[in-house]
């Protein structure tokens, strides 16, 4: 064996003492000096189960160690935390917190309330969960107010971004799934956030918003059309979980446009996505300084991708 590996061996066996499993934990706190038992779940999952004389503190609130020290001031006092399963971090990332906090006995029992429930330990039930959001069928019109359109452009050495703005919209769904959709997007509302407060800003507008680029004089909308959506099953929460298949006309061209979104429904039963991506402006004849169309364009080079940042929420 390396001298390398003896070091990671002894942490690897470090690490593994402060882990604890179920038989010992039923033991412990059926002792005359039971540890201190941290669930970190959210606060609603502690309502609804949890293993009996645990506190809730959830690792995910900034408060978490605000709260702890109220709770624990002791640092040599014995903590175990626990959460859902093994699968999932939370007890994880709690017991790194109380270690960096200072706390010299941390246990984790990592095998979480479904281990716990597995082998027959008593539990404190309480309210159930509340019921995860739906959306309903049928057609939802677009909060215009709260959703919103982000852009970028760049050259080689500069970027400029801003918003766009949204006309109407609505989004339609069938058996909560997206089947389709259409959104009007305002080119005469065109801000840039980098040049705003300055002359600068104002003649970029009118650049952009001049036959130059996307001609607003004669085609002062563009539309999104949403044909069909494929939902991305194995998608974690946060990652996109919608491929989306659309079609955008800018400039009086109609093209398809397929991006990928990251979807949900939220607390009050709003349908919500956010997506961002890439498209080539030039498909659309937005064709001012591409490089793929003209030579020697010196300082008046701009890149061919525009990029999009994309929230809808409907109403």
Known sequence: ???????????????MKMLIETAELRKQLESTDPPFLLDVRLEDDFRAAHIPGAISNCVYEMAFGERL?????????????????????????????????????????????????????????GEPRPAEPTISDGIHPVDVSESAIEWSGRNLLKKHHGRIGLRSGQLEFADGELTGGRVVIDLKNIVCFDLHGTDWHDILINHLQSDDFFDVERFPEALVVINGARRIDDASPGQPNLEIN????????SAPLQFWAASGVTPDGKAAAQAAFSFDRTRWKVLYGSGHFFHRLGMHLVNDLIEMEIKIVTQ
């Open 1 to 15: 064996m390396s001298g390398l590996e003896l070091p990671f061996k002894s942490l690897s066996l470090r690490i």
């Open 69 to 125: 020290v109220k709770s624990v001031p002791e640092r040599t006092r014995s903590i175990i935390v626990y959460g859902a399963n093994s699968e999932s971090y939370e007890a994880r990332v709690a017991a790194e917190k109380l270690s960096r906090a200072g706390y010299a006995n941390v246990y984790e029992y990592r095998d979480g309330l479904t281990a716990w429930q597995y082998a027959g330990a008593p539990i404190a039930l």
């Open 246 to 253: 659309a079609e955008l006309t800018l400039k009086g061209v």
